[in-house]
């Protein structure tokens, strides 16, 4: 036999099923609004997937309580791709094909999102990704849409912060990780827009566990008033555990990469000092009232750490805030159609979320600017908001 | 000069990780012939347990000798389930063996622990001591030192004692040592409790410095067997001095040269050992035996 069983009794069932759906077409002809979400819940990128899972999950639930969209409920599809962009192309054409969403809210990776960016360009589903890489939106592809800040971002922040502290010289110190690296090109691509001279570059493995020979060479090299460290994982901990180490006199600067409390923890005393920027959902309970982003980076750290009994994270907010888009673009739409809430999404402005203020337009489909980040000191063990 | 100095403490820190792992890949090698690919979840366990024990409130001290004793029993497992069912198959199946093994308590790391990178606070603070314009961590000479203690401990076992020649002679010939009445599973079940232990208190030595997670052990066990092919397989005083060499060369090499091949220094070093002197600097010329 050409098919195995299961395949058959599955095209029965199907047929049932839609035979069913059939009979009771009128009931839910406005039935359901189905949102798909492809998601690396398992695997390497666990960490980016989880949340972003238990958030939509939260949200859905919260949304359906309180009578849904329009009046209908949404279902809310989650496939996980354990990281595999292979996988994520096939639960792509399942949601497009099977599944019949309106939308989708997923893609956890770069690599992901861009293996399911054709399926949903093809299909005329508007998709919203949740991975930082600047390529997911530039060039400008009309169904695609992201709500993470970029690498690119994030070096402009940091090299912001340091012209307005006249530092023009600066060393750096990138891991060859796929994070490391992507933001060591851009920010090597921004430093001229903002004067800044990359005098020493040094690398390390993302493995490594002692960075001081290349520090050395940093702190060796005169003139350096400032030193970048692009990085992800336990290698900027013990690049600013050595830096410390070997009493080098100039700001250490992390990237967003290692914005969490887990960073201050493995670097310990050494952390003081460092400055990293960071979006303001991790300082919700230290944002001054006057912020726009506190209310709902509040409640949204309040909901979901009641809910899951886990410290909120970026990525979670990045999913919350893919999905309030959505939502509110179907509001305006006043229905679920793809193409009237992909027009929708792009007219998206002064939208609050966890990620920054996004204001979206034909040509910029992430809509966030430099404010989405706060510059953070590391002082006593501690964030603090540098103004 | 500074410089140089510094790069050479970097080179005896990271050395001397190297060769504490190095070390455990000898003593199973010496008593069964095989090189154990789990010795770097053996450094792992040794530091993840007392992070997570130390956490739960534990006193290190009792902590660190909690985790020796759970990895001792993770070794003699080890040896009961994966290593002794498989005896009397070629040491090539069963170095795959221990392949598998080091995936599997990898897995298994990840689910009762958790995926994050963790510390522990140094013995003697992190005042890094300068000397010469270079800094060297305490925790360093910690490392050091107990490298050179574990090497004068297995010197004492395997030359000075009844135990050490019953290993060297089951090594030497399985069925000859049987004959003349040595316990032969039992020795190599105690080679793997050693190993364990060896390479727990590695692993409890160098987590102040370089942090440990589920997955550290993958790494370290390559960096540690490229160490035990340069000082030859099966000596504890050629473990050490690869490690140290092997740690050198890599603080060198990224300071000199450049950091981007610092990991390609370990392969080439293997790669050049195999062709130039596969016995290593201090390994006796392999005899076939029949």
Redesign the interface.
Known sequence: MAYPSWFSRRVILAAGASAMAIAAAPAFAQGEIKLGAVLSVTGPASFLGDPEKRTLEMVVDDVNAKGGILGRKVRLIVYDDAGDPNAARTFATRLLEEDKVTAMVGGSTTGTTMAMIPAFEDAQVPFISLAGAVQIIQPVKKWVFKTPHTDTMACEKIFEDMKKRNTTKIGMIAGTDGFGKSMRDECVKVAGKYGIEILHEESYGPRDTDMTPQLTNIKNKAGVQAVINPGFGQGPAIVTRNFKQLAINVPLYQSHGVASKQFIGLAGDAAEGVRLPAAALLVADKLPDSDPQKKVVVEYSKAYTTRTGQPVSTFGGHAYDGFMIWKEAVERAKTDNAAKVRDEIEKTKGYIGTGGIVNMSPTDHMGLDLSAFKMLEIRNGDWTIVQ | MP?LL??A??GL??GA?YALVALGFTLIYNASDVVNFAQGEFVMLGGMVTVFLHLAGVPLPIAAALAIFATVLVGLALYAFAIDPARGSSAVTVIIITIGASIFLRGVAQVIFD?????LPHWFG?E?I?FGGA?I?PQSLVVLAGAAIIVALIFVIIDRTILGRAILATAANRLAARLVGIPVRKIVALSFALSAAIGAVAGIL?TP???T?YD?GT?LALKGFAAAMLGGMGSAVGAVVGGILLGLAE??G??LIS??Y??AIAFLIILATLFLRPQGLFGKKSVERV
């Open positions: 410089e510094q790069f403490f970097s820190t990271v990780v995926k994050r990178f963790h510390a992190s890094p300068r800094a961590l160098v410095i370089t942090l997670s550290v790494l603080s060198f990224a300071g950091s981007k610092k990991d």
